[in-house]
Structure formats: C-alpha cells, structure tokens
C-alpha cells in the first residue's frame, strides 16, 4: 500500500483541537454498541460509549459555536464549558474534567509547542483521579496515568505529532497489560479513552488516510472485551451541577461515599466561573443524594441545586424482569403494577418526567423514566437541564409532563431548541403532555411507560403516546389544597370519591399537617358512608413545598 501519511505537525492549533472533537465525535457514534457492549464497571448499565458520545458532542457543539474566535485557547474552553453542561454518567463526568483540564493547559494560548502539548497531556490523569472519589485500577483513569507516566518518561518531543503517538501507543499497550480490568474484561472507558487519543494522533498525521489509526486500534481494542453483563440492582444514578465553593464539593463528596458508589466531583471555581461542581453518584438513596446541597450549603449562598436527573440503572424494573420494588402502598398498587411494561417485542417510549417533589422521584424513575428534579424555576436552567434529559433519553419518541405551567413552558422550548440543533435528529418527536402539576406528571409518566409495537413508525407511536398522556389527564381528577382545614380536607376526598374512582392518589407536602394523612383509612370505611370498597389507595410522602397536597382520582 502507497504511504499516503497526513503531514506532520510542529504545534496543536485551535483548528487541530476542533478537528480532534469531530473525529472523536465519529469514531465514538461507530464504535458506542460495542463500547456499551464493555460496560461492566463500576455497574453493567452498558451506557459507557452512550455517556462518552453525548459529552463529547456537546463539547464539540458549543465549540463550533465559536468559529469566529477558532484560536486554541477559546476552542478548548468551550469544548470544556460543553462537555461540563452535559456531562453524562461517570465516565461523561471523567470526560468533562478531562476537557476542563486541557483547557486550563490552554489558557490564554494560540498554540501548544510540543512540550507544552505533552505536559497539557500529563495533566488530564491527576484532574481525572482527583474527580473520582474511589479510584479503581484498569479504568480510564489508568489509561491517563500511563499516558502521563509514558509522555514524562520520553519528556522530549520532535513535535505535536510525536507527542500523540507516544500517548496513543501508551494508552493501548496499558491496556493490552491490564486486559482484565475491575471485572475480568477490558474496561469500557478505558478503550473510550484510549479511541479518542487514537484519534488525537490520525488527527496530528501519525495515522494514513487510507487507513486511521484509530480503526486499527479499536479493531484491537475491542477483541479484548466479552459481552454484556446481566442486570444490576436496585441503584439510581442521580447527577446534578453544585453551585458553590470547593469545601462544599469536598462536603458532599465525602457524604456520598457513605451512601452511593462511583462517586465523582468535577469541577473549578476558577475555570468553570466561581463554583459549579459535576456530582454523580449510584446510590438506593436518591432522595437523599438530592439533600445534601440544601443542607450543607452556607447560609447566604443561594439555592446550591437547582436541577437534578435522575434514573433507575435497572431502566425499570418491570422491563428487566427482576423483583419489584417494595412500595408504600395502601392497600397494594404499586407504580410498576400500574404501569403495564411489556416484553421485549415491544418497545417503551422516552420518558422525562419534571417534579419538584423529591418523594416522587424514585417512584418515576423506576417506570423508566428520566427524571429531573427541579429545585427552581429558572428559565434559562430549566431548559438546559430539560434539554439534557431529552438528549439522554435517547429515544426517537420522548415524552416530556412537567409539575407546573412555567416548567412545561420550558419543556418546549428545550424541545424546540434541539428539534433546531444541528445534532438533533430530524425524525425524533417529543411530545410535552398537559401536566402541570405533580398528580399530573404522575398520571401521565405512568401512561406514557407502556410499551408500543416496535413496527409502528416513528410518527404513529408519537401519536400513540399524545394520545396516551391525553387521555390519562383527561381521566384524572386532581384537586390541591394549601393549609386545608379538617373539614376541606375531607370534603374534597368525598368529592373525588363521587365517581367511585380506580385509584386515589394523595401527594403529601412538606407542610402538610402529619393527621390529614392519617384520616384517609376512614374516609374510605363504610364508617364514613364510603361503602364500594373499590379504590385502592396509594399515598405519597411528596415533599412539594406547594401545594400542602395534591388528591388525584383514577
């Protein structure tokens, strides 16, 4: 075959960097089955290759977006500002700090000389195993370390383009040695790593046109993986952006550990603008994950979170045939056994659901929804993190219910800005239901969860899921009371009693006066005039600030 090698190069140039996030983004989209087909560490969720693409794409977008100041110094801090805002699962967090580090080599930079390029390198595997609380050897962040190891062994370079070799070479023979990884196969993330520094090195003219040296190294890497694990346990991934100073991060790190695993802290209060901090975690306790900011924050600070996303690892347990959850119900109807999730001939649509009630969230992140916990109602903040979810979803029909007006305002306008995205696929349809209130996320999050006939085209299971979270709000009577007395409070249970309904929901605020709740078992006795016998009960200790609660009939 004719040597037909890209020319070499002296320094890395904003253009080369930009070049770098595109031919990643490719070689991530080609190679995502097989990468997810890897991810058995720190749980088998296979989403590695999922996590890493949609980070690297959102850095390759906002970095796009500043072509008219394409020097290198502006190239990676956008990169880094994107990848930060859309961050992924851990390996979406390792790879944003990544980015965030690299950008910090580049500060104030036009180009990066060779040895400046290698020490920008060296610097990415401190930044990445100081973002992970519990540091696991044959992960990514071994690849990184001997990376750096490599570069600092060889400290002289020719040029940029020597530099990428040596890093690309180290990452792969890092892990051909360490080919058993934390669970006995190739880890994931590291093979992620070790096809975005391939890349890096085609990118810089170590490879041919002919043939990229990033193909010829995950045609290796790949060999060493086996397949997919089965599923995991009852565990939440929740991630959310802290606002506040580095000891608050240090706080909540350190409080996640004792109760999550792959934890992980990402963040600058100087690069990322005064303190704004990637958590991540898998944890059974989401609700209290969600906590720790509001509690540990100083006084003055301001709301140190304002959304989070959450999802259940197992996509649902009804899906993936495990055990049911237990639940809190009375007498007996759980989420799940209302959901009616179908075998593997169907397929469920994407789901977000948007609740400010922090009760609610593991019981509609366990019908597979994603969930975002909204802690405010900032416009601009609740489009980006509603936008997120969507993108996360990534399903070509979503469905998006939100707990208030202003929130499903944003929900379509998120929706409308990615349908306008350059990334955003033209035949994906997101439909925002009508909800806007807690009872109504529920009544139509649990619609929307059941699963259609994967032949039906793209358009009919959108119409299908329209028509579904329809006709579940049309369905539902929802009634909010604030401060109610004794008196109201009964009253409007009766009220919804009248049409002798399926289900009654009662959404339980955090200022709810604790007897209010303890009433219903009467209400539903032939003591009270109540004699059907019918309507199951299902009670929600929701959290709500408002409304003191909300009664839902079915």
């Known amino acids: 075959m004719t040597d037909v090698s890209v020319p070499r190069v002296s320094h890395l140039t904003g253009e080369q960097l930009l070049r770098w ?38 850095a390759l977008e906002v970095a796009e977006a500043q072509l008219a100041a394409a020097d290198l110094a502006s190239v990676a801090e956008s990169a880094a500002a994107g990848a930060f805002q859309a961050a992924r699962g851990n390996s979406g967090i390792i790879l944003a700090q990544v980015l965030a580090s690299f950008a910090a080599a580049c500060q104030d930079r036009t180009s990066l000389h060779p040895v400046g390029f290698s020490q920008a390198l060296q610097a990415l595997a401190d930044a990445a195993w100081e973002a992970v609380a519990n540091p696991v050897e044959g ?15 060889y400290h002289e370079f020719a040029d940029a383009t020597e530099v990428s070799l040596v890093a690309s070479m180290a990452g792969r023979q890092q892990i051909q040695e360490y080919d058993s990884g934390p669970t006995g196969t190739a880890d ?31 045609a290796a890497l790949l060999e060493l993986g086996g ?14 952006v802290l606002h506040g100073p580095a000891s608050l991060a240090h706080q909540v790190r350190q409080l996640l550990t004792t109760f ?36 540990l924050a100083p006084a003055g600070l301001g709301p140190a979170l304002r959304f ?67 802690a405010a109602e900032e416009p601009a903040a609740a489009r980006a993190a509603i936008g997120k979810a969507i993108r996360e979803v990534g399903q070509d029909v979503v469905g998006v219910s939100a707990c208030s007006p202003q929130l499903r305002q944003a929900a379509a306008s998120a929706s409308q800005r990615l349908r306008d995205g350059q990334r955003w696929a033209a035949d994906t349809h997101v439909v925002v239901t009508d909800a806007e209130d807690e009872a109504g996320v529920l009544a139509a999050t649990l619609a929307l969860a059941g699963a259609l006939p994967r032949t039906w085209p793209t358009e009919q299971r959108a119409a299908e899921v329209a028509r579904r979270g329809a006709r579940a709000l049309h369905d539902t009577r929802i009634v909010a009371l604030q401060d109610p007395s004794e ?37 539903l006795s032939p003591l009270s005039g109540w004699v059907d016998g019918e309507t199951d009960l299902f009670i929600v200790q929701g959290g709500q ?10």
Do not use: C, K
């Open 188 to 218: 994931a993330g590291a093979v992620g790593m070790s096809l975005l520094l391939a890349v890096l090195a085609d990118v810089l003219g170590a490879g041919t046109r002919e043939v990229a040296l990033w193909q010829e190294e995950t």
């Open 545 to 554: 600030s408002r409304p003191d609660v909300l009664l839902s009939a079915e």
């Open 308 to 374: 989070g996303h959450v999802r259940h690892l197992g996509g649902g347990a009804g899906m993936l045939g495990l055990e049911e959850p237990a639940t809190t119900t009375a007498p007996g109807v759980s989420l799940l056994q209302r959901s009616g999730r179908a075998d593997q001939a169907l397929v469920a649509p994407g789901i977000v659901a948007i609740t400010a009630a922090p009760g609610l969230v593991e019981q509609l992140a366990r019908t597979g929804a994603v969930v975002v916990y909204a």
């Open 260 to 295: 999550g695993n792959s934890v992980a802290v990402t963040g600058s209060e100087d690069l990322l603008r005064g303190g704004q901090w990637q958590v991540h975690v898998h944890t059974i306790q989401p609700q209290r994950a969600l906590a720790l900011p509001g509690q």
């Open 139 to 153: 992960t990514m962040l071994t690849t990184l370390r001997a990376v750096a190891e490599t570069l600092d062994y």
């Open 21 to 58: 996030l595109t031919e990643g983004a490719r070689a991530l989209a080609q190679y995502r089955e097989r990468i997810n087909q890897l991810n058995h560490f720190p749980v088998p969720d296979a989403d590695t290759g999922t996590n890493m693409l949609v980070t690297w794409e959102a």
């Open 487 to 523: 008196t109201e409070f009964d009253d409007a249970v009766r009220s919804l009693l009248v049409d002798q309904p399926e289900v009654l929901t009662v959404i339980v605020g955090a200022h709810l006066d604790p007897a209010l709740p303890d009433r219903l078992p009467f209400l």
């Open 227 to 240: 397949s997919q694990s089965p599923a995991l346990a009852d565990e939440f991934e929740v991630m959310y």
